[in-house]
Nanobody, 124 residues
Framework: VQLQASGGGLVQTGGSLRLSCAAPGLTSSRMTVGWFRQAPGKEREFVAA???????KVSDSVKGRFTISRDGAKNTVFLQMNSLRPEDTAVYFC???????????????????WGQGTQVTVSS
């Protein structure tokens, strides 16, 4: 599965961005799709994930500001990011897996497929 992440950019504090992650078959019932981010010098951090029937999980650090959703017709998963803060600055990666369990979402090593990353920069 080759994931294509896009939508990053430069935005001011309080602004919004929508990231996209696309691949053939990505939104099938077998796949869970997640978003991670990695800031310079820091570990890769779980942000959000969505699985069958649009059941989703969002990390506490972005809850209430970020929303994950899927468009089955386009085989695309979106990460809508609102009220962005400078601490949200990072490279954002999408990931996918067909057998991951909810309890393993936050462990990057448990995800089989990764996109190339897209830079999000929030200026203060």
């Amino acid at each position: 599965v080759q994931l294509q992440a896009s939508g990053g950019g430069l935005v001011q504090t309080g602004g919004s961005l929508r990231l996209s992650c696309a691949a053939p078959g990505l939104t099938s019932s077998r796949m869970t799709v997640g978003w991670f981010r990695q800031a310079p010098g820091k570990e890769r951090e779980f942000v959000a994930a969505i699985r069958w029937f649009s059941v989703s999980k969002v990390s506490d650090s972005v809850k209430g500001r970020f929303t994950i959703s899927r468009d089955g017709a386009k085989n695309t998963v979106f990460l809508q990011m609102n009220s962005l803060r400078p601490e949200d600055t990072a490279v954002y990666f999408c990931a996918a897996d067909s057998g991951i369990i909810v309890g393993s979402y936050s462990d990057p090593s448990r995800w089989d497929y990764w996109g190339q990353g897209t830079q999000v920069t929030v200026s203060s």
